[in-house]
Nanobody
Framework: VQVVESGGGLVQPGGSLRLSCAAS????????MSWYRQAPGKERELVARISSAGGSTNYADSVKGRFTISRDNAKNTVYLQMNSLKPEDTAVYYC?????????WGQGTQVTVSS
């Protein structure tokens, strides 16, 4: 199992980014996927979750209305569209694939929101 995040970078407050998570090594369409983030000195927190078919999504209160999680099961990829970014969104963003009894994490992608 492998998950690889991409799309992070430096963006000004109010800007947008789209993160991607490419997954392999398992039947992607069978499993829900999640995005987490971890800011310096803080615990890793759940940002958004999407069901296996994409019909159900959940968001942290802090990102509701600004972030959108989606997936393309034909491409084995999950996305996180981030709009109206704030400095407090600065963190390393991770993709998680719960497969069987294990959780698989990517290496993370840094998102920095600063002017």
């Amino acid at each position: 199992v492998q998950v690889v995040e991409s799309g992070g970078g430096l963006v000004q407050p109010g800007g947008s980014l789209r993160l991607s998570c490419a997954a392999s090594g398992f039947t992607f369409s069978r499993y829900p996927m999640s995005w987490y983030r971890q800011a310096p000195g803080k615990e890793r927190e759940l940002v958004a979750r999407i069901s296996s078919a994409g019909g159900s999504t959940n968001y942290a209160d802090s990102v509701k209305g600004r972030f959108t999680i989606s997936r393309d099961n034909a491409k084995n990829t999950v996305y996180l569209q981030m709009n109206s970014l704030k400095p407090e969104d600065t963190a390393v963003y991770y993709c998680k694939a719960p497969v069987g009894y294990l959780d698989y994490w990517g290496q993370g992608t840094q998102v920095t929101v600063s002017s």
